[in-house]
């Protein structure tokens, strides 16, 4: 799983190559004291693209997890 830009301010691109397609996949996102904020069942696509603004989140750092057959962890920074 790739995410970029990282920092990001107005879209975060992730690549989720390291799925099959059409994969079932959980989408998390927590804040950097582990408080989850969103959590949704996605289908793989090769990329898929988070929109800080319309989630609601503020600048700062965030955890986003992406798990199906496969469980990957990765560090977002939200700028302004």
């Not at 970029?4 to 994969?23: C, G, H, Q, R, T």
């Not at 949704?40 to 600048?59: D, H, M, V």
Request: charged share 20%; no cysteine.
């Amino acid at each position: 799983v790739l995410v970029y830009p990282n920092p990001a301010v107005s879209s975060v691109n992730i690549s989720l190559k390291n799925f099959s397609a059409d994969e079932d996949l959980v989408l998390s996102l927590y804040t950097s004291n582990g408080r989850m904020l969103i959590s949704r069942r996605i289908k793989a696509t090769p990329i898929l693209t988070l929109n800080p603004a319309s989630e609601g989140l503020k600048p700062g750092v965030y955890v986003l997890k992406i798990a199906g057959t496969k469980v990957f962890t990765k560090k977002i920074v939200i700028t302004e």
